[in-house]
């Protein structure tokens, strides 16, 4: 294995927290012992961010690996997300116990509402904010909120939330960007999901061109592009040499000129569920 980073940067959260501006991502792997390897690999790479959900139900795994890297916990930044199912305040407090559980941990760097599901959302986020206030969480946000599930949210919380985590790429930029800049200018870093457009771009030209152009793969352009932006980033990956790779972000930078190149490829490209319009 080539030489990787031993510490990754991060960005500060608005609460003085780190975080870790490379985390792997873990939808769509399964709760099995070869998830646990992967997620360990990461750890030993010198991935200090994991990024599960409830509803990817491989809490477990992610929990196993944390354990066996032997790496002091508070040198780990877990997130996990509140599923729909589990909105309002009782069921929230449960359902982030049940979480903690299953990872076998004893507070969460990172506690997501994972949608705006219309209704009980502002109950959510009131229990967010207790456990945030006993310790038992390091930081809380949300996820999938647009610039107006953001206002609603500032206008009744007492805890500005410390993330955005939406789908955040070239293909989609423009199309994300007044919801960006209301995070920015409020103090909400935004988070990238999907930041490698899950696979589907990574064959492009443009991106082919570039890749060879800075030495790197398509998904470290993308990846770079990102950070660039000021975006923490949680690219999946399965492939213990993917996982190398995309770690591999932090010796090149993208001109200015090739970064305005790549905010212009906008598509509207939504690789996942479009909260654009949720009430
Ligand atoms: N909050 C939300 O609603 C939400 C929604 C979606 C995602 N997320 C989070 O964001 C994470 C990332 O998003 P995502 O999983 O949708 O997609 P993604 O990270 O954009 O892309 C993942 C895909 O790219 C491939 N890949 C990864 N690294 C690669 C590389 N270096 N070269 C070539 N191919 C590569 C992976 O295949 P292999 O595994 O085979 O390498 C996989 O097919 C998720 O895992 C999850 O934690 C959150």
Redesign the pocket.
């Known amino acids: 294995m080539k030489a990787l980073p031993l510490k990754v940067p991060g960005f500060r959260l608005n609460n003085d927290v780190l975080i870790p501006a490379v985390?792997?991502?873990?939808?769509?792997?399964p709760n099995d012992a070869y998830t646990v390897k992967a997620v360990y690999h990461a750890l030993k790479c010198g991935y200090r961010h994991v990024?599960?959900?409830m509803i990817?139900r491989n809490e477990e795994s992610v929990g196993k690996a944390i354990a066996a890297s032997l790496i002091p916990r508070d040198q780990i930044f877990v997130?996990t997300?509140l599923w729909n199912s589990d909105h309002g305040y009782d069921q929230t407090i449960r359902a982030f116990n049940e979480s903690l559980k299953r990872l076998g941990l004893e507070y969460i760097d990172l506690y997501?509402i994972?949608?705006p599901v219309q209704g009980k959302r502002k109950d959510s986020w009131r229990a967010l904010e207790t456990l945030y206030s006993e310790g038992r969480c390091k930081a809380i946000g949300v996820?999938?909120y647009m610039e107006v599930h953001l206002r609603e949210l500032l206008g009744h919380c007492r805890i500005i939330p410390a993330v955005n985590?939406?789908?955040l790429?070239p293909y989609i930029f423009h199309s994300r960007f007044q919801t960006v800049e209301f995070c920015r200018e409020n103090g909400i870093i935004p988070?990238?999901?999907?930041?490698?457009?899950?696979?589907?771009k990574?064959n492009e030209p443009v991106l082919l061109k570039l890749a060879s152009k800075y030495e790197k793969?398509?998904?470290?352009i993308?990846l770079r592009w990102a950070l660039q932006q000021g975006f923490a980033?949680?690219?999946?990956?399965?492939?213990f040499?993917?996982?190398e790779?995309?770690l591999r972000v932090f010796d090149f930078s993208i001109s200015e000129s090739d970064m305005q190149l790549l905010s212009n490829l906008d598509e509207n490209l939504v690789?996942?569920?479009d909260?654009d319009g949720t009430p």
């Open positions: 985390g792997l991502g873990v939808y769509q792997m990024d599960t959900a990817y997130t997300k997501l994972h949608w996820s999938n985590q939406i789908e790429h988070v990238a999901y999907s930041p490698l457009t899950k696979g589907e990574l793969s398509t998904a470290g993308l980033v949680i690219p999946k990956s399965s492939v040499s993917r996982i790779d995309n690789t996942g569920w909260p």
